[in-house]
Each structure stands twice: as C-alpha cells, then as structure tokens.
C-alpha cells in the first residue's frame, strides 16, 4: 500500500486564492487588513520567517506593517510597539515573533496583544475561549498549524466526525490546541494525547484513525506504530544543518516507512507547514471582517 498525499501546498494555493476576492471585497468595503509583525533582535530564522509572512500577505493584497528593535530592547519598549499596533486602525492583526531576547518576559508581552488583533490565535483569552465553547461560538481566531491540520483533511475529503485521533505532542502551538479544537461539535472527533509520560505510545497510535505527530523527534513515528489505511499527520521539524554549507535539511516526525502502512499523509515539508501559513492569513482576514462589521455598526447607530 502507499498512501495518498495530504497536499498541504496544493491546498493552501487554493485557499490564497480564496483570500484574494475576500480581500477585495472587504477593501471595497473600505477596510485594508494589515499584518504587523514585531521582530525584536536579528535571529536569522526569525527573519525569514517573518519575510515569509509579509511574502504570503503581499500574495493576497493584505498590507505590512513591519516593527523591528534591537536585541537589547528593554520589556516597556516591546510592550509599547505593541500598544501601538493596539492603536493602529491600519493593523488588523498581528504576530510578535518569538523566541524574544532572553530577559523579556514573553507571557508579559503575548498578554499585552489585543486579543482582536491577535493574529496566530494563541493569546490567553482567545485559547480559553477554545477551551470554554460559549455558544459554539467561532468568532475568535484559532491557532494556525490546529487550524490548518484540520482545514487540509476537510478539503481532501476526509470526515473527522466519530473519529479516533491519536495527537502525539502536547505543546502550546499544536498538541495543546488541537486536542481541543478536535473535540469543539462541528468537528467532532474523540482524542487522546500523548506525550513525554505515556507508556508504550505504540499502542496508543496503532489504534488510531488519525495519527497527528507532533513531538519534534525525527522519525518517532515508525510504519508498525500505524494501523494500516490511517490517515497521519507528520508536523514535526527538526532542523539539520548541511555539513556541506547547503541548505539545512528538514526531519519530520514520521518515518518515511509510514507511505507504506497509512492510507493517507502529509509531506514534510509542503503539508501542514503552507497550511500553518495559509490559516494566518485566514485568521487575518476574518479578524478584519469582524472589524468591518463592527465598524458598519457603529456608523449605523451614529444614523439613527
Ligand atoms: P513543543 O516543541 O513545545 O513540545 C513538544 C511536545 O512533544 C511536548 O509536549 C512533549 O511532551 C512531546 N514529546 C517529545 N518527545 C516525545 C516522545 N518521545 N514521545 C511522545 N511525546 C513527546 O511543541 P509545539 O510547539 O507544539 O511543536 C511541536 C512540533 O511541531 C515542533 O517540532 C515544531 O517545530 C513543529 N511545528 C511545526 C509546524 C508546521 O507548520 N509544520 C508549526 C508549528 C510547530
């Protein structure tokens, strides 16, 4: 058996494509989104990843707003960048790129982003807002790569309703959220998680429907550890640096051998990773909807 490609990139084209006309909509409208980045020091990874993210919005018409301060910014500096991206009507969202400078305190300020600006859905109150479901509402932004695991299944044709989910990785950007936004009712699965602690975590995932591995550890996920037709999502990255001086490789957490045991699998990279990127964008441009409406409330009233 080898198992069908979950295209993470051929989807996410298709979603920025989507964007495009919402965008021009929204800005007939007379709202531009914006995306502001904060970028404090020079770490090299972060700058791509930052020049990636304006890249994408340019794609789609979303506007940038980039902030960059030196490495030696004190905690103030960096949570009045942020008031003022706060302020900024031009802002519909934005993103704080971490890792900070090791003396700012990151809690303090994530805490500080507007919880209606917050553009990778990972502030406080939009996280516990996924963990309360008031009204099933969904009117708030949801982390990007959770988000986007879930987007690319529905858009191949795949039903998570009823299903067994195995996600291994409890961290704070995909295991944590995810794990709760599978279970919110419009999705609908039945999850466990794994981590660190679970004993024999073969057992775990070979009983599952879906296998979500997310752990960073190359290759944790081998071919007998998957129940044979399982749908498996390798999110994991681990970098390896070329000891030739070319491009640094990337390990995923699945073994390669999984193609020939699920019956459905992202690649690593070009599947979750442009689905990550694509659903910033969506969070982006649904945060600048709810703005626009809310401002056409306003005026409304002013009317009346
Ligand atoms: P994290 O890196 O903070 O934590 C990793 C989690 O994996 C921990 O909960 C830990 O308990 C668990 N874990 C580690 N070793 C394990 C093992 N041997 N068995 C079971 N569980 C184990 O988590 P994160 O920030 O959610 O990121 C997870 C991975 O996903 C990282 O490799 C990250 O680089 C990657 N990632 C990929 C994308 C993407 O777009 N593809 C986006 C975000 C994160």
Not at 34 to 52: F, I, K
Not at 120 to 129: A, E, I
Not at 159 to 174: A, L
Not at 253 to 266: F, I, R
Request: charged letters at 25%; hydrophobic letters at 40%; proline letters at 6%.
């Amino acid at each position: 058996m080898t198992a069908r490609k979950l295209d993470g990139k051929a989807v996410a084209a298709q979603i920025k494509s989507e964007l495009k006309e919402r965008v021009a909509a929204l800005r007939a409208r007379g709202i531009t989104p914006g995306l502001g980045t904060v970028l404090v020091g020079a770490d090299p990874a972060s700058e791509v990843y930052v020049r990636g993210k304006h890249r994408d919005c340019r794609e789609v018409g979303i506007e940038s707003l980039q902030v960059r301060l030196p490495q030696s910014s004190s905690l103030e500096q960096i949570t009045e960048a942020v008031a003022q991206l706060n302020r900024n009507p031009a802002c519909t969202g934005f993103i704080v790129q971490l890792p900070l400078p090791e003396h700012i305190d990151e809690e303090a300020v994530l805490s500080a982003v507007d919880p209606e600006k917050d553009a990778d859905g990972l502030h406080p109150v939009n996280l516990g807002r996924l963990v309360l479901d008031v009204d099933h509402r969904q009117d708030f932004p949801v982390p990007c790569t959770p988000r986007g695991i879930v987007e690319l299944a529905l858009r191949c044709g795949l039903d998570w309703n009823g299903k067994n989910v195995c996600v291994v990785g409890r961290g704070r950007t995909v295991g944590r959220p995810l794990t709760l936004l599978l279970q919110r009712h419009d999705i609908n699965a039945t999850v466990e998680c794994c981590h660190r602690g679970t004993r024999d975590l073969a057992a775990h995932t070979a009983r599952a429907d879906v296998v979500v591995a997310a752990a960073g550890v190359p290759g944790l996920i081998g071919a007998k550890m998957v129940k044979p037709g399982a749908v498996v999502f390798d999110v994991g990255i681990t970098r390896r640096e070329s000891t030739a001086g070319g491009k640094a490789k990337i390990a995923g957490d699945v073994d390669p051998g999984v193609w020939e045991t699920a019956g459905w699998l992202t690649p690593n990279p070009g599947g979750v990773g442009p689905m990550t990127r694509a659903m910033l964008l969506v969070n982006l441009v649904e945060a600048a909807q709810r703005q626009c409406a809310a401002r056409e409330n306003r005026d409304n009233s002013v009317k009346l």
